[in-house]
């Protein structure tokens, strides 16, 4: 996810892997640069799943189950407990959230409905966080400083 992304975005984002704060919890990895915070869930899941909003099913033996992963909730937990917690110590930041299976698209197929939070594969990461995450500057470039510092715990 990182190679990902560095081979397409400049010095003025940051990816941090493994946030583990108590204000928020463990995330996979944050992207932090002037449109603002983007959680990450990243996935390692092979399979058929099916997403229409928050909810999630899988294919198993040609039958549709609850998946066993909860992606969507987990990601709009993280997005809130990430905003309040950046609120306290920083000022209002705005923080989005994605969901990426790394995997080959041949064997993790996706079938998306009307997301809550967007749901990608590694290999059209980019052009997912196009339209939406790297759209507009959010913040001023000297405000990545200090989240970055508060996330790593300096």
């Not at 010095?11 to 204000?23: L, T």
């Amino acid at each position: 996810t990182a190679r990902v992304l560095a081979s397409a975005l400049d010095d003025r984002f940051i990816f941090i892997r493994n946030v583990s704060k108590r204000e928020i919890g463990y995330v996979d990895a944050v992207l932090i640069g002037p449109p603002g915070a983007l959680v990450f869930r990243i996935l390692d899941a092979t399979g058929i799943f099916f997403n229409e909003g928050a909810n999630w099913l899988q294919s198993r033996s040609g039958e549709l189950v609850p998946a066993r992963i909860d992606p969507t909730r987990e990601r709009v937990a993280d997005i809130q407990k990430m905003r309040d917690a950046l609120q306290k110590r920083i000022g209002e930041i705005p923080v989005f959230g994605i969901v990426v299976f790394t995997k080959d698209p041949r064997d993790v197929q996706l079938n998306v409905k009307e997301p809550v939070v967007p749901i990608t594969h590694l290999t059209a990461l980019v052009q997912s966080i196009g339209g939406n995450y790297l759209a507009v500057d959010r913040i001023p470039p000297q405000q990545v400083e200090p989240i970055r510092k508060y996330l790593m715990g300096e």
